[in-house]
């Protein structure tokens, strides 16, 4: 088969703070990022058909980077990319998916290709990373869930975790450190891809419930195994803690669209071209969970009048109560209140919505828009807390309620560092051996 040329375009898919180097300083478009150019060569290794293709630089093949069979990967390489006018280096993987002895099908998949250097402050850990440890990866093809098969995303997914601790263990043996944190956010990967089908309530195929549970199962172990090189670094004056900030819950109906929800009952107003008439428009929805009526004097086109607004909060809230879903005749929101009132699930300030609205979680998905306390089908929306260590009772269940807001006050009290400032939780005593330590201590001082 003649050599075609393939396509590489890299993506900016990080924040601009922390990926300098992959992001324009300018207008960040497509047309700013040169695409990289390779070669495929598909050939027969033996008689029964096309196995193998060769990567390469040019059409010459002389310049090979991989040559793979069904099922292969190519070890890392590090090549140019042109970015914004600039060379930025970056580590490229490839594997072959999928080769048929005909060719008439073809699958190459390529994760995430990630700079040497410009995504960590200070800049000498990058540079560390990349000579004592290797190519790194931030993110597990989230985006290609999906589209390619399970074994490889879970493969992508193992190396990503095994980085992760192979990154934090490095730091953590080479500086002297207070706190050590790391994050995966693989859990809300499948919460949202597997999780939403792993139940019979979401009406899938038993053949697709069990794709999903396993999909569960294969996403903590790998998890799990990247928590259990991380804790080796503990000693017996650490404490190791294990949380996440939501749960999850399975689809079962289409998932409210509240913009949507609002047009229907008048509140956004449309142009003909499409775009929002703010000449007409009396409230909008911003964020998950908040809908903020186009006031005057606040809003640059507001048009509800100050004496209208709590009015026009009681008519947004009596809209969402009474609305149904065309589809299954429910009512899918569970709750609306005013801002003033959100303070009781502790949501004050300015940034919250002049009305605050929750879903049922078979209208929801996943997670975002439920109340915190759902439960339903196998998931829900609490969350783990694993407290571990110096200080920390040993084998005992919880019995009263931990809240997102709890973590940095119980981690602060136990390390007895200052509060910060503007702490909204509470310390979680039932956890601790002691929970006056530091007054136990000054009596010992006395």
Sequence with gaps: VQAEQLTIRPQA????????????????SDEARVPKKFYGLIYASQDNGYDRVRICKSRSGDDAVADLGVGEWSEWWLDTFEIDGKDVEGYVRMKLVTLTATADAFELFVPQIWPRTGYTVPEAVATA???????FLQNPARDALGQMDDDTYFEVLDYHHQRLADV???????????????????PDYASHFFLSQADEISGAAPETIHRCREGLRRTYASVDQMIGRIVECADDDTVVLICADHGGTPNQFRAVDIEKVLEETGFIVREASGAIDWTKTRAVNVGLVHIFINLAGREPDGIVAPEDYEATQREIIAALHTYKDAETGR????????????????LHGDLVGDVVYALRPEFDGAHGKQLPSVSFGIGGQHSTFILSGAGVRQGIALQRQVRVVDVAPTLCYLLGLPMPEKVEGGVVYEALEDPNWHLTQLAALA
Aim: aromatic share 6%; net charge negative; no cysteine.
């Design 13 to 28: 898919r990080g924040r601009e703070d922390v990926m300098p180097s992959v992001h324009s300083e300018g207008d960040a």
């Design 129 to 135: 990373i990349d000579t004592e440890i290797g190519s």
């Design 168 to 186: 934090a263990t490095h730091l953590a043996k080479n500086n002297d450190w207070d706190v050590l944190m790391v994050e995966s956010h693989a």
């Design 331 to 346: 009512h899918p929101f569970t709750l609306a209140v005013t801002r003033a009132d959100a303070e009781m699930f502790n």
